[in-house]
């Protein structure tokens, strides 16, 4: 019985492999189109707003995020059994993190950016914030990747330290690949590292959807019948998907840390289902943007 469990265990870890390697070619077309798109532009010459600087940054984290995973699933599946140590599966945890994390404040970014470019409050704090963050971008997301290096470098320095003290040595076998609870304590550094950002994330986003709807509500009511008034609802749209996205992308996440935490058992395949969600929200952002939405009509045909 325990060998017919332990083969089922290995069939399920090669299918989630085989789905994942799957969902690392689509990413990496979906969001190394992106990428291209804007670099391109930037090389040419052509003006870069604050919005193309952060979806490329955008997309090299996501990238990163899947390739890690993918890279994960291949050393379970494949290697596992020849591994002396756990560290470079702890290594891979931390790199993820740190993608997970940049991903989380850019994200962030990204909706504070879009909210101070769309949104039409004229206050003294809100115009001075517009200009500040308009004229920081890079900076900001250099600060970004910095604060995930750290989260991440601590969540890493917190497992080693844990398992040195339990042990000093991993032996690892494949019963026990996620039954190691080493490294619950990183789940506080985890929710306190995204509670920054996810609170500006929601509140940027609401701001900006109130914003555009108490707009396209005054342009109905307004007697000028040559508004248009499709571009706003797309806006709307936009903002709705891209925050249903956000909201299973969080959650997703802290339900596998939570339960992990609880329980002393990995979800690998929730990990992998959250992975690939960025690239469907790529791919949404390509066909939101004009000047992304050309690009691909032109590469198409």
């Known amino acids: 019985m325990a060998d017919t469990t332990e083969g089922d265990t290995d069939v399920l870890y090669l299918g989630v492999l085989v789905l994942a390697l799957m969902?690392?070619?689509?990413?990496?077309?979906?969001?190394?189109?992106?990428?291209?798109?804007?670099?391109?532009?930037?090389?040419?010459?052509?003006?870069?707003?604050?919005?193309?600087?952060?979806?490329?940054?955008?997309?090299?984290?996501?990238?990163?995020?899947?390739?890690?995973?993918?890279?994960?699933?291949?050393?379970?599946?494949?290697?596992?059994?020849?591994l002396d140590s756990a560290l470079p599966l702890f290594f891979l945890d931390a790199l993820y993190d740190f993608f997970v994390f940049t991903n989380f404040w850019l994200t962030s970014l990204l909706s504070i950016v879009?909210?101070?470019?769309?949104?039409?409050?004229?206050?003294?704090?809100?115009?001075?914030?517009?200009?500040?963050?308009?004229?920081?971008?890079?900076?900001?997301?250099?600060?970004?990747?910095?604060?995930?290096?750290?989260?991440?470098?601590?969540?890493?320095?917190?497992?080693?330290?844990?398992?040195?003290?339990?042990s000093g040595t991993y032996n690892v076998t494949t019963n026990?690949?996620?039954?190691?609870c080493v490294n619950n304590n990183s789940m506080y550094i985890i929710t306190i590292g995204s509670f920054i950002p996810m609170i500006s994330y929601f509140t940027s986003s609401v701001l900006l959807f109130v914003s555009l709807y108490h707009h396209t509500t005054r342009m109905k009511?307004?007697?000028?019948?040559?508004?248009?008034?499709?571009?706003?609802?797309?806006?709307?749209?936009?903002?709705?998907?891209?925050?249903?996205?956000?909201?299973?992308?969080?959650?997703?996440?802290?339900?596998?840390?939570?339960?992990?935490?609880?329980?002393?058992?990995?979800?690998l395949w929730l990990y992998f289902a959250v992975g690939f969600l960025p690239a469907l929200h790529s791919s949404y952002l390509i066909y939101k943007t004009a000047k992304l939405r050309n690009q691909m009509s032109k590469v198409l045909q």
């Open 221 to 267: 009511m307004s007697s000028n019948l040559s508004i248009n008034l499709e571009t706003y609802y797309s806006a709307m749209r936009l903002v709705s998907f891209t925050f249903l996205y956000n909201i299973l992308y969080f959650v997703g996440h802290f339900f596998c840390v939570f339960y992990y935490f609880y329980y002393c058992v990995g979800t």
């Open 23 to 82: 969902a690392l070619i689509a990413g990496l077309v979906i969001h190394s189109f992106i990428i291209g798109v804007n670099v391109s532009d930037w090389w040419r010459g052509r003006s870069v707003t604050p919005v193309d600087l952060i979806v490329t940054s955008l997309g090299i984290s996501r990238i990163g995020a899947q390739s890690v995973v993918t890279v994960y699933l291949f050393l379970v599946t494949v290697f596992f059994s020849s």
């Open 114 to 166: 879009l909210c101070l470019k769309i949104s039409n409050l004229h206050t003294r704090l809100f115009l001075y914030l517009r200009k500040m963050i308009s004229h920081r971008t890079g900076r900001l997301i250099v600060a970004s990747v910095i604060f995930s290096g750290l989260y991440s470098s601590i969540t890493l320095l917190m497992a080693i330290t844990n398992n040195t003290g339990n």
């Open 176 to 180: 026990d690949t996620f039954t190691n």
